[in-house]
C-alpha cells in the first residue's frame, strides 16, 4: 500500500507524520519504506539518520544542435510548448532551464539535426534507517524540473508491504507527481485560516484525481473549530489529531522522534494506520 502525505501548504506537519507513522509501523513488524519526495527541502533524514548506501544522478533529455545539419528553419522553435527554443538568424538558442524534455523539436526537425543529451538536474540518495529502507530525491540549486527527480525517487522504491511518501507542499506539479499513483492520501493541516483555504485547494487536487483520503490536524487544540467544521460538512474523515504540545516543539527542534520523546504518541498512530485501512477499503467497496 502506498500512501501519501501531503498538505496543501508548507509547515503543516507532513514531515513529522510522515517519518513517526514510518517508523511506527516498522516497529509493528511491516516492511516499510519512506520516499521523501519534497526534494526542494528534503528534511526527513534529519529525524531519521538513514545510513546512506547509494547516490544516483537524475538526468533530464536536453535538446543538442548539429549545427552542420541544421538549416534553422524554426521548426523547433514552432513545436516546442515551453519557449525553450529560439531561432535567431538561422541560429538555434537552446534555454535549459525551460526545457521539459518532450522530445517534439528532435521528433519534427526535418534535417535530423537535433539529438538529445542528458542534463542533471538532482539525485537520488537510497539507504536504510532504523528498520526501514529510506530513498530520497535533491533538486540541484537553480534547477525546476522537481518533477523529474520525484518520479527517480518513487521508481527507486522496491515492493514493500507499505510505502510511505513525504510530498512537497501546495497542489502544483511536484504534488501531483508525488500522489499520483498511491492508493491513499493524507491532508495534513492546522487549524488555522491559511490552513483551511490551502486544505480546501487539497481537497479539491485529490478528489480531481478520484483518490481516497482523509485529514490530519496538527496542533489541534489551537486556533478554531473551522477546519473541523469543513470536514463533517465535506464528509471527510480526520484521522489524527496532534495537540499543541510544548514537547512535541521541544523533540522536533532537536531532530528527534515523536514517538521516541513520547512513545505514548505511538499509540495515536497506530489508530491512524487501522483508520487509514478502514478507509481504502471503505473506498474501494464504493468504487467497485
Given at each position: ?20 507513522l ?14 521523501d ?6 528534511n526527513c ?10 547516490s544516483?544522478?537524475?538526468?533530464t ?13 524554426g521548426?523547433c ?10 531561432v535567431?538568424?538561422?541560429?538555434v ?23 538529445e ?6 539525485i ?14 535533491r ?25 510511505i511518501?513525504?510530498?512537497p ?11 499520483k ?16 483555504n ?16 482523509a ?23 480526520v484521522?489524527?489529531e496532534?495537540?499543541?504540545d510544548r514537547?512535541?516543539?521541544e ?10 520523546a ?17 478507509i481504502?477499503r ?5 468504487t467497485?
Amino acid at each position: 500500500m502506498k500512501i501519501a502525505i501531503a498538505s496543501g501548504k508548507g509547515g503543516t506537519g507532513k514531515t513529522t507524520i510522515a517519518t513517526n507513522l514510518t517508523a511506527t509501523l516498522a516497529s509493528m513488524g511491516k516492511t516499510v519504506q519512506l520516499l521523501d519526495c519534497d526534494v526542494e527541502e528534503p528534511n526527513c533524514h534529519i529525524f531519521l539518520n538513514p545510513h546512506i548506501e547509494s547516490s544516483t544522478a537524475v538526468t533530464t533529455p536536453l535538446p543538442d544542435v548539429d549545427e552542420e545539419k541544421c538549416t534553422g528553419c524554426g521548426i523547433c522553435a514552432e513545436v516546442c510548448e515551453y519557449g525553450a527554443i529560439a531561432v535567431v538568424k538561422e541560429k538555434v538558442l537552446i534555454f535549459p532551464e525551460l526545457c521539459h524534455g518532450c522530445g517534439a523539436c528532435e521528433m519534427f526537425c526535418p534535417e535530423d539535426a537535433i539529438t538529445e543529451i542528458g542534463r542533471e538536474v538532482g539525485i537520488v540518495e537510497e539507504g536504510r534507517a532504523d528498520g526501514f529502507r529510506f530513498i530520497h530525491g535533491r533538486l540541484k540549486i537553480g534547477e525546476l524540473m522537481s518533477p523529474s527527480v520525484i518520479h527517480a525517487v518513487k521508481i527507486a522504491g522496491r515492493e514493500s508491504e507499505v510505502v510511505i511518501i513525504d510530498s512537497p507542499p501546495g497542489t502544483s506539479c511536484p504534488v501531483i507527481e508525488a500522489v499520483k499513483d498511491t492508493d491513499f492520501v493524507v491532508l495534513v493541516t492546522e487549524p488555522t485560516p491559511f490552513g483551511l483555504n490551502d486544505l480546501q485547494l487539497a481537497v479539491g487536487m485529490v478528489r480531481a484525481l478520484g483518490m481516497p483520503f482523509a485529514v490530519a490536524i496538527n496542533r489541534s487544540d489551537v486556533g478554531d473549530n473551522d477546519v473541523k467544521e469543513y470536514c463533517q460538512r465535506e464528509k471527510i474523515d480526520v484521522i489524527l489529531e496532534i495537540p499543541d504540545d510544548r514537547k512535541i516543539a521541544e523533540a522536533y527542534s532537536r531532530g528527534e522522534m515523536i514517538i521516541s520523546a513520547m512513545p505514548a504518541y505511538q499509540k495515536l498512530l497506530e489508530t491512524c494506520w487501522g483508520r487509514i485501512i478502514d478507509i481504502h477499503r471503505n473506498w474501494g467497496e464504493l468504487t467497485s
